[in-house]
């Protein structure tokens, strides 16, 4: 039973566009979401987080919009480069157990040039 | 400073065996949490240390898995009796504070014959 889904499993754009990404989740009790980013053979980074307080936050070419009422997040980076290749994971957790971060399975994304 | 490191990157075991999988957090860091990477997964949790104490161990798959930060800062996953739904890759990350930006490692990939 995932609780943090990435129905894509991979997506392409073109350099210089706009790429979005998916998130969906079933737990209400889920109220700090992070996006991670991931290069092959490294370890994944932190990108950008949001707390269920808030329904947007920017940080530079990246943004993540919440929309709790259906349990759905997104991530836009704008414009896209070649560089932001890498698989990108969705994750969460709630403040009963913020030790505990779930993950989602990752999406692909490729930025042709 | 340094990052996140782990050891070995790579590790091969024969069925059967018991192997240790090392992760040094970044200096200073109170919060470590080890991960569990299948293939085309996500991260999924397996425990978490505050300083020396472990807090969390709800993610452990079985009782062949044992992990211990015994002065609060290294920290060692052992796998007794290694089976081959054991292969994966196994990160190790840091924080300063509970979850909300945890730095990975690189990862141990384990593969189990």
């Known amino acids: 039973d995932q609780q943090v889904k990435q129905n894509s499993p991979s997506l392409s754009v073109q350099e210089g566009r706009i790429s979005i990404l998916n998130c969906d989740y079933t737990?209400?009790?889920?109220?700090?979401f992070l996006w991670y980013k991931k290069y092959p053979a490294e370890g994944p980074t932190f990108l950008i987080s949001?707390?269920?307080?808030?329904d947007k936050n920017e940080d530079g070419r990246f943004t993540v919009f919440l929309n709790k009422s259906a349990k759905h997040l997104s991530l836009h980076i704008v414009p896209s480069q070649p560089g932001d290749s890498a698989v990108y994971f969705c994750a969460a957790s709630a403040k009963t157990s913020y030790d505990k971060v779930i993950f989602g399975p990752g999406t692909s994304l490729s930025v042709i040039p | 400073g340094a990052g996140v490191s782990q050891s070995p990157r790579y590790k091969v075991a024969k069925r059967g065996q018991d192997v240790a999988l090392r992760c040094d957090p970044i200096?200073?860091?109170?919060?470590l949490f080890w991960y569990q990477q299948a293939l085309g997964q996500g991260p999924e949790f397996l425990t978490y240390f505050q300083n020396e104490a472990q807090l969390d161990k709800s993610g452990l798959p079985s009782d062949r898995f044992f992990a211990e930060r015994p002065e609060g800062s290294v920290s060692t996953l052992k796998i007794q009796r290694t089976q081959q739904e054991d292969s994966a890759v196994y990160l190790c990350a840091s924080s300063r504070d509970r979850v909300y930006e945890q730095y990975f490692g690189p990862g141990t990939r384990l593969t189990v014959t």
């Open positions: 949001i707390s269920s307080i808030k």
């Open positions: 737990n209400s009790m889920f109220d700090y």
């Open positions: 200096s200073g860091h109170v919060s």
